[in-house]
């Protein structure tokens, strides 16, 4: 598993790092795996669910690394829906994608996660 000097690339590895401003809403250094909210937001909730570490896309992930990819989507499933009551938003439901191929720009595998409005 990556270490946290293999991801000096990823903007979402500097957040973690506290190193880039951005907002972290969840943190869990035992799974090594946070959410963050996006920088360029497409709903009033757009976080990204990210493991720590980074330099493969998401398909890469799910590829090399299938049970470490359905973790990070069980760990955004249950960290969205903990916190309904400080978005409530979210209980108008959520949706999670993620991109393949081109259009996945930044080498750091990632869910997104989207209220619906």
């Given at each position: 598993?990556?270490?946290?000097t293999?991801?000096?690339?990823?903007p979402?590895?500097?957040?973690?790092?506290?190193e880039?401003?951005?907002t972290?809403?969840?943190r869990?250094?035992?799974q090594r795996?946070a959410?963050?909210a996006?920088m360029?937001?497409?709903a009033?909730?757009?976080?990204?669910?990210?493991?720590?570490?980074?330099g493969f896309?998401?398909?890469?992930?799910?590829e090399?690394?299938?049970?470490?990819?359905m973790?990070l989507l069980d760990?955004?499933?249950?960290?969205?829906?903990?916190?309904?009551?400080?978005?409530?938003?979210?209980?108008?439901g959520f949706?999670?994608k993620?991109?393949?191929?081109?259009y996945?720009?930044?080498?750091?595998?990632?869910?997104?996660?989207?209220?619906?409005?």
């Amino acid at each position: 598993m990556a270490t946290d000097t293999d991801y000096n690339g990823s903007p979402f590895a500097a957040i973690l790092r506290g190193e880039e401003e951005g907002t972290i809403i969840a943190r869990d250094d035992h799974q090594r795996f946070a959410i963050i909210a996006s920088m360029e937001p497409e709903a009033a909730v757009h976080w990204l669910a990210i493991p720590f570490e980074s330099g493969f896309s998401t398909s890469e992930m799910k590829e090399s690394q299938g049970d470490r990819f359905m973790s990070l989507l069980d760990y955004a499933l249950a960290e969205t829906r903990a916190r309904v009551d400080e978005y409530p938003v979210l209980e108008n439901g959520f949706t999670i994608k993620f991109h393949c191929g081109a259009y996945e720009t930044i080498p750091h595998a990632k869910f997104h996660i989207l209220s619906i409005e």
